[in-house]
Nanobody, 115 residues
Framework: VQLVESGGGLVKQGGSLRLSCAASGLFVSNYDMSWHRQAPGKEREMVAVMLTGGTIPNYANAVKGRFTASRDNDKNTVYLQMNSLKPDDTAVYYC?????????WGQGTQVTVSS
């Protein structure tokens, strides 16, 4: 199983980025897929989660209205569209696939938002 995130980078406050998480060895359609982030000196936190069979993702309050999570089953990829970025969004972003007791993480992609 492999989850590979991409799309991170340096962006100015108010800008946008779209993160991708390409999966191999599993089908994203069968897993609860989620995005998490970890800022320096802070614990990892959940950003968005898409449950298997769910129609509407759930978001952390800090990103609600600015971030949109989605999945493309044909491409076996999940996305995180991030708009109106703030310096507080600076972190390493990870995707996670969960099914029962099984959980897989990607290696992360750095997002840096300058003020």
């Amino acid at each position: 199983v492999q989850l590979v995130e991409s799309g991170g980078g340096l962006v100015k406050q108010g800008g946008s980025l779209r993160l991708s998480c390409a999966a191999s060895g599993l089908f994203v359609s069968n897993y609860d897929m989620s995005w998490h982030r970890q800022a320096p000196g802070k614990e990892r936190e959940m950003v968005a989660v898409m449950l298997t069979g769910g129609t509407i993702p759930n978001y952390a309050n800090a990103v609600k209205g600015r971030f949109t999570a989605s999945r493309d089953n044909d491409k076996n990829t999940v996305y995180l569209q991030m708009n109106s970025l703030k310096p507080d969004d600076t972190a390493v972003y990870y995707c996670k696939a969960t099914w029962g007791m099984n959980a897989y993480w990607g290696q992360g992609t750095q997002v840096t938002v300058s003020s």
